[in-house]
């Protein structure tokens, strides 16, 4: 064969390949993507150019949701927030709904629940219409089918019937609360730096503050460190507090219950110079009247006003120890016995070994100095006693010096340099009131409830009965063996 002739030949392969590979395979997914597309019930937009919504919801309301600036919100029969997550699922359902089949064209679509008005027998049981780029369109949803308990919809814009899976228009079955967003605010937790709390007796409030980075304190009724978890945890209910249903006519209801203050709340946000202002008033059978401000009435659930405590002693920090378990290594306890003079002293140090903590010092129980750290990994007192005390009311407590002293020392890692963990001094323990301790590094007086403190080692004596007499014991039970220096030796 000449060279011309294969030339010819490879030409002619080459455009026969390319033909194949344009054809049956970018052909083939472009046909696979028609045929997908043609499946849809709509075809030209995406959910996210759908600017708004408008439907009769399940209790009979015409509402209108229209997206603003990325949220969406309730326009009418009032302005209100619209719950987003609810709007996103109504035009994901609208712009993504795959037909399962279709009904063969010149039917009546009043025969399938179709028909363009909902109030006229035979109208759509259910109409959604919609925005796009300021163009109205609509789906129509029917009847359900007699065979497979699908759904016959169709589009507001021409008679063509289709069926889809039942659960596809689920999004649009919703009554008008379900479509609000029942989050009273839209704040940040971390945003407040100021926050007080009134209860209804006309006392003096509680102010929490701090500034930007730093740690909370009470500022009133008196100055003093507070619980930052437990600040936190108030901020961050008030945050998410969400309503259980909607008062959109206040004035319907007694105003004595409107009247009615069970607490006050304000809170200051960073950047802002006013405070922000709710209240708790009466109960009703379905839960609190919550005024939120700028005349916004909720109910929210009875049991939400314990979220919001009103004494100054659930805010009073009153932390005693808190680190990581897995960091402790050490534990030096010290002990004043019980003598006129006070002076003989117990001394124990227990260290954790790769078999558990152990002491060279004492018969000390393992698993109950495992229990003691834990539970010192995590320890609060029940209630402060005072700020500070004078060193005569400290003495008369057993603080000074203290009856007994705890160092916890370790480390994340064996290798790292050894941090103090814990430091705590006891002093008085009463079986009724419970244990007073000191932090080595606050002048603050601390009350450790007697439940919590029975497993403390507050005293040389304590020690002793809680933490060695089982390790004491189970060394009497099995003392070593005996050895006769004369087995074995035949006798003379």
Same mark, same amino acid.
């Given at each position: 064969m000449s060279p011309r002739a294969t030339g010819i030949l490879a030409v002619v392969a080459l455009a026969l390949g390319l033909f194949v590979w344009l054809h049956?395979?970018?052909?083939?997914?472009?046909?696979?993507?028609?045929?997908?597309?043609? *499946?849809?019930?709509?075809?030209?937009?995406?959910?996210?150019e759908i600017d708004a919504v408008l439907l009769r919801t399940l209790d009979g309301i015409d509402a209108r949701f229209e997206r603003r600036e990325g949220r969406w919100w309730l326009v009418d029969p009032l302005l209100a927030r619209a719950d987003a997550t609810a709007l996103d699922s109504i035009t994901n359902a609208l712009a993504n709904l795959p037909k399962e089949g279709s009904v063969a064209a010149g039917k009546n679509l009043a025969d399938f629940d179709l028909g363009a008005d909902p109030d006229a027998p035979g109208g759509a049981r259910r109409l959604v219409r919609f925005e796009v780029a300021g163009e109205i369109r609509g789906l129509r949803v029917g009847r359900t089918t007699p065979v497979g308990g699908h759904r016959y919809v169709a589009r507001l814009a021409d008679d063509a019937i289709a069926y889809v899976e039942s659960f596809r228009v689920n999004a649009f079955e919703r009554n008008l609360a379900d479509l609000r967003d029942r989050d009273v605010f839209t704040f940040a937790s971390d945003d407040v730096e100021r926050i007080t709390i009134a209860g209804p007796d006309?006392?003096?409030?509680?102010?929490?503050?701090?500034?930007?980075?730093?740690?909370?304190?009470?500022?009133?009724?008196?100055?003093? *460190?507070?619980?930052?978890?437990?600040v936190r945890e108030l901020v961050s209910n008030l945050a998410h507090l969400r309503a259980r249903s909607f008062v959109d006519a206040p004035e319907a209801i007694d105003r004595a219950l409107r009247d009615e203050t069970a607490l006050r709340l304000?809170?200051?946000?960073?950047?802002?110079?006013?405070?922000?202002?709710?209240?708790i008033a009466g109960s009703t059978e379905g839960g609190?009247?919550?005024?939120a401000g700028r005349g916004e009435w909720v109910l929210i659930a009875e049991e939400r006003l314990e979220d919001f405590p009103?004494?100054?002693?659930?805010?009073?920090? *009153?932390?005693?120890?808190?680190?990581?378990?897995?960091?402790?290594?050490?534990?030096?306890?010290?002990?004043?016995?019980?003598?006129?003079?006070?002076?003989?002293?117990?001394?124990?140090?227990?260290?954790?070994?790769?078999?558990?903590?152990?002491?060279e010092d004492s018969p000390l129980d393992p698993d109950r100095m495992t229990r003691l750290?834990?539970?010192?990994?995590?320890?609060?007192?029940?209630?402060?006693?005072?700020?500070?005390?004078?060193?005569?009311?400290?003495?008369?407590?057993?603080?000074?010096?203290?009856?007994?002293?705890?160092?916890?020392?370790?480390?994340?890692?064996?290798?790292?340099?050894v941090e103090t963990l814990a430091d705590l001094r006891f002093g008085r323990f009463d079986a009724a009131r419970g244990l007073v301790v000191q932090r080595a590094d606050m002048d603050?007086?601390?009350?450790?409830?007697?439940?919590?403190?029975?497993?403390?080692?507050?005293?040389?004596?304590?020690?002793?009965?809680?933490?060695?007499?089982?390790?004491?014991?189970?060394?009497?039970?099995?003392?070593?063996?005996?050895?006769?220096?004369?087995?074995?030796?035949?006798?003379?």
């Open positions: 049956e395979i970018e052909g083939e997914a472009d046909r696979q993507a028609a045929a997908e597309e043609e *499946k849809q019930v709509f075809r030209d937009f995406a959910a996210a006309g006392g003096r409030p509680i102010v929490l503050g701090r500034e930007a980075g730093a740690s909370w304190q009470i500022l009133e009724p008196f100055a003093a *460190k507070a619980d930052g978890e437990a304000a809170w200051r946000l960073a950047g802002e110079d006013a405070d922000r202002t709710a209240r609190r009247l919550f005024e009103a004494e100054v002693e659930d805010y009073r920090f *009153k932390r005693l120890a808190d680190f990581d378990l897995a960091s402790a290594r050490r534990v030096e306890l010290h002990f004043l016995e019980a003598s006129p003079d006070s002076s003989a002293s117990l001394d124990v140090v227990a260290e954790l070994r790769e078999v558990g903590w152990a002491s750290v834990r539970d010192l990994s995590n320890l609060a007192a029940s209630a402060v006693l005072a700020e500070e005390m004078g060193e005569a009311e400290l003495a008369g407590l057993g603080l000074a010096p203290p009856r007994a002293r705890l160092r916890v020392e370790g480390g994340l890692e064996p290798g790292d340099p603050t007086v601390f009350v450790v409830a007697p439940e919590v403190a029975e497993g403390l080692p507050y005293s040389a004596d304590h020690y002793r009965f809680a933490f060695e007499t089982l390790a004491a014991a189970e060394e009497a039970e099995d003392p070593a063996p005996e050895i006769d220096p004369l087995e074995g030796v035949p006798a003379p």
